[in-house]
């Protein structure tokens, strides 16, 4: 059985949703979210449906509730932060020059991004990617090795991801 309690979750949820699209559309009315589904709710359904192009009827339909759950969708994507990647492999990996990795490609560019050298993204940890990466460690009090365990791609990471 649908009870109020469900029925008023349901009205918070259309609100919410229609008050994030009103915050990054002016074209929306600001709506509050109190789970009433009076006038403020009816014109921001309204709103959605002229911008949507669908019948203005300010009632929810399922089509209605689906598009607007799309748009929100589609919304989070534009601000919530893109998902990072964790390309390290595992934390006893070690990047040693004459090695040919994909990873060597990331490490050439993050080098490249923080360095004042330029460096060719080659993909083979040669002599020139080995000098950049005892510098960096250097620079950090970090033992130079010249090749990149955990801690020196973290450190590195760190560098890119500050800049």
Same mark, same amino acid.
């Given at each position: 059985?649908?009870?109020? #309690?469900?029925?008023?979750?349901?009205?918070?949820?259309?609100?919410?949703?229609?008050?994030?699209?009103?915050?990054?559309?002016?074209?929306?009315?600001?709506?509050?979210?109190?789970?009433?589904?009076?006038?403020?709710?009816?014109?921001?359904?309204?709103?959605?449906?002229?911008?949507?192009?669908?019948?203005?009827?300010?009632?929810?339909?399922?089509?209605?509730?689906?598009?607007?759950?799309?748009?929100?969708? @589609?919304?989070?994507?534009?601000?919530?932060?893109?998902?990072?990647?964790?390309?390290?492999?595992?934390? @006893?990996?070690?990047?040693?020059?004459?090695?040919?990795?994909?990873?060597?490609?990331i490490l050439?560019?993050?080098l490249g991004?923080?360095? @004042?050298?330029?460096?060719?993204?080659?993909?083979?940890? #040669?002599?020139?990617?080995?000098?950049?990466?005892?510098?960096?460690?250097?620079?950090?009090?970090?033992?130079?090795?010249?090749?990149?365990?955990?801690?020196?791609?973290?450190?590195?990471?760190?560098?890119?991801?500050?800049?």
């Amino acid at each position: 059985m649908y009870t109020d #309690d469900q029925r008023i979750d349901h009205i918070r949820e259309l609100q919410e949703y229609l008050r994030a699209l009103s915050v990054m559309d002016e074209r929306y009315p600001l709506l509050g979210v109190d789970g009433i589904f009076g006038p403020e709710t009816t014109e921001a359904v309204k709103t959605f449906q002229k911008i949507a192009d669908s019948p203005v009827t300010g009632t929810v339909q399922r089509a209605d509730w689906e598009r607007i759950v799309r748009e929100y969708g @589609n919304l989070l994507l534009q601000i919530v932060p893109p998902r990072a990647i964790t390309p390290f492999p595992d934390p @006893n990996f070690v990047l040693k020059p004459t090695d040919r990795d994909p990873l060597v490609y990331i490490l050439q560019v993050i080098l490249g991004a923080i360095s @004042n050298t330029p460096l060719a993204v080659t993909g083979v940890y #040669d002599a020139a990617t080995e000098s950049a990466v005892r510098e960096q460690q250097l620079a950090a009090d970090l033992l130079p090795t010249g090749k990149v365990d955990r801690i020196t791609w973290d450190y590195l990471a760190a560098l890119y991801n500050a800049r």
